[in-house]
């Protein structure tokens, strides 16, 4: 994906983000853009599909829209978007089959 698309998609990710750390709503448009922009970063894609490796593209990702963001926001309004951006971030890793196998 270009560049420019992705700038554009960490943008909109930032704003969605600090209008809902700053007012508590839109947090299902938060959501829907911070995955929009996770994807554009191709952090949903390992070789292999190794589930880790996604784990820690996802994590990075949002982070950077947290690093993004964490001028408009007070220190408890931080903390709490960061927590809600790694759940986000854990939400789309693949689960790994750990049932009983023959």
């Given at each position: 994906m270009?560049?420019?698309?992705?700038?554009?998609?960490?943008?909109?990710?930032?704003?969605?983000?600090?209008?809902w750390?700053k007012?508590?709503?839109?947090?299902n448009?938060?959501e829907?853009?911070v995955?929009?922009?996770?994807?554009?970063t191709?952090?949903?894609?390992?070789?292999g599909?190794?589930?880790?490796?996604?784990r820690?593209g996802r994590?990075?990702?949002?982070?950077r829209?947290?690093?993004?963001?964490?001028?408009?926001?007070?220190?408890n309004?931080?903390?709490?978007?960061?927590?809600?951006?790694?759940?986000i971030?854990e939400?789309?890793?693949?689960?790994q089959?750990?049932?009983?196998?023959?």
């Amino acid at each position: 994906m270009e560049q420019n698309v992705i700038d554009i998609l960490e943008q909109e990710a930032t704003r969605a983000a600090i209008n809902w750390a700053k007012s508590g709503v839109g947090y299902n448009t938060m959501e829907s853009c911070v995955n929009k922009y996770i994807d554009a970063t191709g952090a949903n894609h390992a070789i292999g599909n190794d589930a880790e490796a996604i784990r820690y593209g996802r994590q990075a990702a949002v982070l950077r829209i947290n690093i993004c963001a964490i001028h408009a926001l007070d220190k408890n309004q931080e903390q709490h978007l960061h927590d809600r951006l790694m759940e986000i971030a854990e939400d789309g890793v693949p689960r790994q089959n750990r049932g009983m196998h023959r």
